[in-house]
């Protein structure tokens, strides 16, 4: 009783002169302290019993809440203790909850809510001392600069708050986080695993149930369970496996095997985990289309296309590459983002597909092909010098080897009309007088009829 009554004494010297004139009793509170001689505690006239212990609603805020040097960020109370300022919070908090709705003191009241949080996030995570590089688990993480409150961390998930807030990002997989959650990192970055091994699951869904995570999620090991308790359970449709709302955002995804195998473009649900591997993998041709489903291309006749484009691009490689004017035009680096595309015509990855699916890719190789077949037969004299003439009938134009009414010789490489290959017999002529020559500069000579 004796500290209630202290405490309201306390309030009652301390109340912001600019909200409300002094009463008699101030009046008299600040005669007392001016005078020469102060007098102690227990000297000090009691409350009389029958005036309330808060008189007015300014009273009500506790711990200093009042005074106006809250309205600066730079003079907060006790800015230097975070459990003071907790408790701070919680007092501001209570106070705003008993204002009036609407009214300019429960507005101050927010006002120095937000200070007091702002300077609580100074204290709890100072950004002036932090690293701008830092290595944890194969992840690069760099410092980021940026102040857009639009990320949200993928440890704690939860919005990282730019203006104040200090977040790393990893450059191999993009991982973001606070920096007060970089130790609590558990899992590698991606990046390291589509280096050593690139290659996608190519099951549909390969669920193996609860029991084989021992009713635990795949990747950080809380406890999960499909009612929910303690925490949902969440499959992700890559993996097959099951996660916790943490690990497991519903993210949606195109799932490579149900590309493959049926077609399927549709998005699925998947992990934070296999989304960033899916989208590290997107570009990388991975997929062997004639060995996983050779069926494939006689279901998808845009595949047939494409297939054939990509065979006459590799039959026109080899004009690019010894010809100047080609080299200097750079042709080939149409195809840079296409790599592999110049390398073989067997290798896919899942963004061709998708490109393949919408029919981008095959209006693209189209154009490319129509650019290139007119560097070689129109523009450039050193490649069409490089043409062919039919060795079975001799006549017609310079033909080549990726024009559409040819046929090619796997052996020789010689260039002769279908029609007339497939007239005369399914053996290349060329071929066949290699082969009386080779034997004839081979053969035995006979015994001499003079002798």
Not at 12 to 39: D, I
């Amino acid at each position: 009783m004796e500290y209630d009554e202290k405490l309201a004494r306390f309030r009652q010297a301390h109340l912001n002169p600019f909200n409300k004139e002094p009463g008699p009793r101030q009046h008299e509170q600040r005669a007392r302290e001016e005078a020469p001689e102060v007098a102690s505690e227990e000297a000090l006239p009691e409350l009389p019993p029958g005036e309330p212990e808060f008189c007015c609603t300014e009273r009500v805020m506790d711990l200093g809440l009042s005074e106006d040097h809250f309205s600066r960020p730079v003079g907060l109370f006790l800015a230097s203790d975070i459990q003071q300022l907790r408790q701070a919070i919680e007092e501001c908090k209570q106070v705003i909850l008993e204002l009036p709705e609407q009214s300019e003191k429960q507005k101050d009241a927010v006002v120095r809510l937000i200070h007091l949080r702002l300077k609580l996030q100074e204290l709890k995570d100072p950004s002036e001392d932090e690293p701008n590089i830092r290595v944890l688990l194969e992840h690069r993480f760099y410092k980021e600069k940026s102040k857009s409150v639009k990320q949200t961390c993928d440890k704690c998930n939860t919005i990282i708050w730019g203006l104040i807030q200090t977040w790393y990002t990893c450059t191999g997989c993009y991982y973001r986080c606070h920096s007060k959650c970089l130790n609590l990192i558990s899992k590698p970055c991606v990046r390291s695993k589509v280096s050593h091994q690139a290659e996608y699951e190519l099951n549909i869904c390969p669920e193996t149930g609860l029991d084989s995570q021992d009713y635990r999620c795949a990747e950080c090991r809380a406890p999960i369970s499909l009612r929910g308790v303690p925490s949902e359970a969440r499959q992700c449709d890559y993996t097959g496996q099951y996660y916790c709302s943490h690990c497991h955002w519903n993210d949606l995804a195109v799932i490579p095997a149900r590309v493959v195998h049926n077609w399927d473009f549709e998005p699925r649900k998947v992990s934070r985990c296999s989304m960033r591997y899916l989208a590290l993998m997107v570009s990388r041709p991975v997929l062997r289309l004639r060995e996983i489903n050779p069926l494939l291309f006689n279901y998808v006749e845009g595949l047939v296309e494409i297939r054939k484009l990509r065979q006459d691009i590799l039959l026109m490689k080899p004009y690019f590459i010894t010809c100047k004017e080609a080299m200097e035009a750079r042709l080939l680096l149409q195809l840079q983002d296409r790599q592999h595309f110049v390398e073989n015509d067997e290798m896919y990855s899942v963004q061709d597909l998708l490109d393949a699916h919408t029919g981008r890719l095959g209006c693209s190789l189209t154009e490319t092909h129509t650019l290139f077949a007119k560097h070689i037969k129109l523009d450039c004299e050193r490649c069409q010098a490089k043409g062919f003439v039919c060795e079975l009938c001799r006549e017609g134009d310079v033909l080549f080897p990726f024009d559409s009414h040819t046929s090619v010789c796997t052996d020789c490489c010689a260039v002769f009309h279908r029609d007339c290959y497939y007239d005369n017999s399914t053996t290349c002529p060329k071929c066949a007088r290699l082969t009386l020559r080779k034997q004839s500069l081979f053969q035995e000579p006979g015994p001499d009829v003079d002798a």
